[in-house]
């Protein structure tokens, strides 16, 4: 009975610290995000003369573009982040049922008689 109190608590012990370590990464993921896309404009360049009226139009069309894919990086980044702080709630509670139960295993141990909830 001893052995299996012992075996049982190694275990509860392994699976808290693998989730501690999953929670622990999934919430320095959830701080990591992709920079906004930014282009620089060449000095002198940026003057009206300096372009034909179709580069006009294509430099506001690019400009529309890079808005766009700015707001789907913003947008990644949030839903990126809300994942990651979910996962990392969640290993959070699998990683303190775990003490809990290694904590009832080590009591159980000192006791001799297992703890029926």
Known sequence: MKRRHVA???VWLV???IFAGLAIQHYNFSKQSYPKFII???QGSNRPEFYS???IDTARKFEDFLKKFNAYIDDSNRQSS???MLSFYGYLAACLTALVSAIM???SLKNKKPIVC
């Open 8 to 10: 049982f608590l190694i």
């Open 15 to 17: 699976f808290a610290l």
């Open 40 to 42: 620089q404009v060449p």
């Open 53 to 55: 009226g179709i580069a």
């Open 82 to 84: 809300s994942t990651n």
């Open 105 to 107: 295993e080590f009591i």
